[in-house]
């Protein structure tokens, strides 16, 4: 079984910066993938950002330049940098087994950005 704990989300001002960190459990290798995605209320959930286990980094068209997907594989991390943070980031953003199509999901950590 695999386990994904999201932390580090909260509340901060338009232009700032927030580090997202997903904590990785259970039957997880360096050669699994690992994505970020967000949901915004009364919205489709949305690809953020994706990781492959050879380190190929993809980002969605409305965080390029600003947000870095990493990895750690000695302790299981994954990691969202976010700068020039937007109001329109606000979401519930959650981490995941898989890029393309995720096997497993975190619960999700809320990020609000003020306008």
């Known amino acids: 079984q ?3 704990v999201e ?3 909260g509340l901060v001002q338009a232009g700032g910066s927030l580090r997202l960190s997903c904590a990785a459990s259970g039957m997880i290798s360096a050669r699994n993938g690992f994505a970020w995605y967000r949901q915004a209320p009364g919205k489709e959930r949305e690809f953020v950002a994706g990781i492959t286990g050879g380190g190929t980094r993809v980002y969605g068209d409305s965080v390029k330049g600003r947000f870095t997907i990493s990895r750690d594989d000695s302790t299981k991390m994954v990691y969202l940098q976010m700068n020039s943070l937007k109001p329109e980031d606000t979401a519930v953003y959650y981490c995941a087994l898989g890029t393309t199509r995720p096997s497993f999901w975190g ?3 809320q990020v609000t950005v003020s306008s």
Do not use: F, N
Request: charged share 0%.
């Open 2 to 4: 695999v386990q994904l």
């Open 7 to 9: 932390s580090g989300g």
């Open 107 to 109: 619960q999700g950590t």
